[in-house]
């Protein structure tokens, strides 16, 4: 279960404040796997950091009962100075699971062959994406967070991500960013639509697809 309370958001920008989340409740459904829609800038990707835990909120609160990814493909927790496998080794330590076994999926999962052990500092953005989306799919998880990116890499690597996301799906649940709507069908059954700083769950995805697009032609006038 993952339950916002009242929960509010703002930002400062040019002298002003923003409000992204405005004083939202909701209780999201359990079992569903979630799209999460808005324009650019509604605050998807803030309150998927919020739900994992990574950024603060002004107020309100958000309850969960259920264990939560950080946001599949972000990579920005890593430690730029020790390698992949340290760092995988802390995130097994951090989350309870078994070191070795966390290793080897990852290892084997990424492809990333000897960088898999030199510094994160030296990764590309692919290699990035490619650690962080090995080491939250090595962790099962109720529910996986997911930021625009199911993984990177060429078409062959992606397939092989959406394979194993899929996988993990047949036991969990996802809320998921994504521009890409094939995507979003393909693993979402249900949606919200953020807008003016208030969200609106859709048991039918497609209306909720139909009233995002909606908004995003508001945009283009």
Not at 18 to 38: D, Q, R
Not at 98 to 105: N, S, W
Not at 152 to 160: N, P, S, T, W
């Amino acid at each position: 279960m993952i339950r916002f309370e009242n929960l509010t958001k703002t930002f400062k920008l040019g002298g002003t404040r923003k409000t992204v989340i405005n004083n939202l409740t909701m209780t999201l459904p359990e079992g569903k796997s979630l799209a999460l829609l808005g324009r650019n800038g509604a605050g998807k990707s803030t309150l998927l950091k919020m739900i994992a835990g990574s950024m603060s909120y002004d107020s309100g609160r958000i309850i969960t009962d259920c264990s939560i990814s950080w946001p599949v493909g972000f990579g920005g927790s890593f430690h730029r100075e020790l390698t992949g496998a340290q760092n995988v080794r802390f995130i097994a330590r951090i989350y309870g699971v078994d070191t070795d076994q966390l290793l080897h999926f990852v290892e084997d999962f990424s492809e990333l062959g000897k960088h898999f052990y030199m510094p994160v500092r030296t990764y590309s953005a692919g290699m990035h994406s490619r650690l962080a989306f090995g080491a939250s799919m090595g962790i099962r998880f109720d529910t996986y967070l997911v930021d625009e990116t199911t993984a990177a890499g060429d078409a062959r690597f992606a397939q092989k991500a959406r394979a194993v996301f899929r996988k993990r799906m047949e036991e969990s649940s996802a809320i998921m960013v994504n521009h890409n709507l094939k995507q979003v069908r393909e693993f979402c059954d249900a949606g919200i639509v953020l807008e003016d700083g208030k969200a609106t769950y859709f048991s039918d995805l497609d209306q909720a697809i139909e009233i995002h697009e909606y908004n995003l032609r508001l945009d283009q006038g």
